[in-house]
């Protein structure tokens, strides 16, 4: 991951590529850990309409972004809603492991910190994900749970004034 990432806001203009990446991402790691049919309903909520509704209701969606040969390419997507709940959090594959998650994550903290949050959130974290959330300092609220053929796990961040980063990188 170079220097040359950038994270921006997301606007309803950009549905089609943030679904295009999570609907890829999501076939690739999460959708065979669940039913059939709470596949088809993931999918769904990361459709290019749900991503749009989303972004207008509210929900504060950032873009991780880099040009490359005159081209913006996007490499990750950090989404909160009602600045507590951490909606969705995934990068591109050709950024996997660079901190580039991390980078989103730390930088939708401190907006939600900003607008209000006294440092707490949710995740409902992907089995595959749950080890990068423990990492974080997130603690598994219950078991995996199966809601309607999507197996996740409720997840909880609670920050200290010492914890809280006031500043986005």
Same mark, same amino acid.
């Given at each position: 991951?170079?220097?040359?990432?950038?994270?921006?806001?997301?606007?309803?203009?950009?549905?089609?590529?943030?679904?295009?990446?999570?609907?890829?991402?999501?076939?690739r790691?999460?959708?065979?850990?669940?039913?059939?049919?709470? *596949?088809? +309903? #993931?999918? =769904?909520?990361?459709?290019?309409r749900? $991503?749009?509704?989303?972004?207008?209701?509210? !929900?504060?969606?950032?873009?991780?972004?880099?040009?490359?040969?005159?081209?913006?390419?996007?490499?990750?997507?950090?989404?909160?809603?009602?600045?507590?709940?951490?909606?969705?959090?995934?990068?591109?594959?050709?950024?996997?492991?660079?901190?580039? *998650?991390? +980078? #989103?994550? =730390?930088?939708?903290?401190?907006?939600? $910190?900003?607008?209000?949050?006294?440092?707490? !959130?949710?995740?409902?974290?992907?089995?595959?994900?749950?080890?990068?959330?423990?990492?974080?300092?997130?603690v598994?609220?219950?078991?995996?749970?199966?809601?309607?053929?999507?197996?996740?796990?409720?997840?909880?961040?609670?920050?200290?004034?010492?914890?809280?980063?006031?500043?986005?990188?």
């Amino acid at each position: 991951m170079d220097s040359y990432v950038t994270i921006r806001a997301a606007k309803v203009e950009d549905a089609a590529t943030i679904s295009q990446l999570l609907c890829d991402l999501s076939r690739r790691y999460l959708v065979d850990d669940f039913t059939e049919q709470g *596949a088809k +309903r #993931l999918l =769904k909520a990361m459709s290019e309409r749900a $991503i749009r509704s989303y972004i207008r209701e509210g !929900f504060c969606y950032h873009l991780a972004e880099q040009k490359q040969a005159g081209k913006v390419e996007l490499l990750g997507v950090v989404a909160t809603r009602d600045n507590s709940h951490l909606y969705h959090l995934f990068v591109a594959e050709l950024a996997q492991g660079k901190g580039l *998650a991390s +980078r #989103l994550w =730390k930088h939708a903290k401190a907006l939600c $910190i900003a607008n209000g949050n006294k440092g707490e !959130f949710t995740v409902n974290a992907s089995l595959s994900a749950k080890a990068m959330y423990q990492a974080w300092g997130f603690v598994a609220e219950q078991e995996q749970r199966d809601t309607k053929g999507i197996i996740d796990v409720p997840m909880r961040l609670t920050l200290n004034e010492q914890t809280k980063e006031k500043t986005c990188n």
